[in-house]
DNA sequence: TTCTATTAATTGATATATCAACGATATAAA
DNA sequence: TTTATATCGTTGATATATCAATTAATAGAA
């Protein structure tokens, strides 16, 4: 029978259980709010308003996620009349992604709410620690990454 | 307009990066070593060699997944003939789940992977820093729980 | 210019997450 | 004992992740 340590005490299972507990919180909130609207959807909204001409692959890129959920996930923001999807011209193959005025309302009205969920997980951190996070964690996706 | 910072400054987004990156690095070794499993279904796995009797909604619990999903994974490592659900005497509303000969197999065959896996994130780190990480995320879950 | 390779996006299949509804069983209350 | 409530597990619906195959269009090579 091999031994070994505890699932508790495996630092990728920690990991795992800090990004769903922030993942229910922010999409709790939402609800709460009365939001019709899932995390990976706002994270779509928001990389389109920083980036008004991204593409899809680019989007995808950003977001890690595969070029098929983007598809998907605009699929729906479409519907919802968030985002429009426009053909570029010399180059048919994409689109231009944009908000459309009511997806920007919808940006801008949420936004608030986005801000003061990002603080709560760290509030009471020191800047040093919010520094420390963010150094370790970048240090372990280098030694994981290729 | 209102003005925000960037996605890449955001730690959630640091944390979901970090999470997907380490997925991804975990389930390609298990790919690359021809062992047909998924990482969700190697934590099941995981959990009922460490707690023999355990029942589905405590494994939802302590993996943080919905009885819903839980029902689905087991469905697929019953299929593949790893685990085993027996009616319990007393109660028949719920099983003892516990890994058939080929899963106990399976499982100690894997494990040498898993643990070298584990270390990779963390290859580089003091033992300061370990400890540090560990601190500062279990900070922020309580930040974001209840 | 024509053939080939590459790129952007979509679609299908399977696995997982979440919520809600439900069935079977067990426990507590009346 | 009958009734009400709570618990364990399953299933359906929708959203997302991943991989593979496919379409349409562009770019590059012959």
Redesign the interface.
């Known amino acids: 029978m091999?031994v070994?340590e505890?699932?508790e005490d495996?630092?990728?299972?920690?990991?795992?259980?800090?990004?769903?507990?922030?993942?229910r919180?922010?999409q709790e909130a939402f609800v709460k709010a009365g939001y019709d609207i899932t995390v990976d959807q706002w994270?779509v909204l928001?990389?389109i308003?920083?980036n008004k001409e991204i593409n899809q692959v680019e989007l995808a890129t950003?977001l890690?996620k595969d070029t098929a959920s983007i598809t998907r996930i605009l699929q729906i923001l479409v519907r919802k009349k968030l985002v429009k999807k426009e053909s570029k011209e010399g180059d048919r193959r994409h689109y231009l992604l944009s908000l459309t005025t009511k997806g920007e309302q919808f940006f801008?009205q949420v936004?608030g709410m986005v801000?003061s969920m990002?603080m709560?997980?760290?509030?009471?951190?020191s800047e040093a620690?919010?520094e420390?996070?963010?150094r370790?964690?970048?240090?372990?996706?280098k030694?994981?990454?290729e």
């Open positions: 091999p070994d505890k699932l495996v630092l990728y299972y920690l990991i795992d259980k800090t990004n769903k507990v922030a993942r919180y922010s994270l928001k990389k308003w920083d950003s890690f801008k936004l801000k990002r709560q997980g760290v509030i009471d951190f620690e919010k420390q996070i963010k370790l964690l970048t240090k372990m996706i030694n994981l990454e």
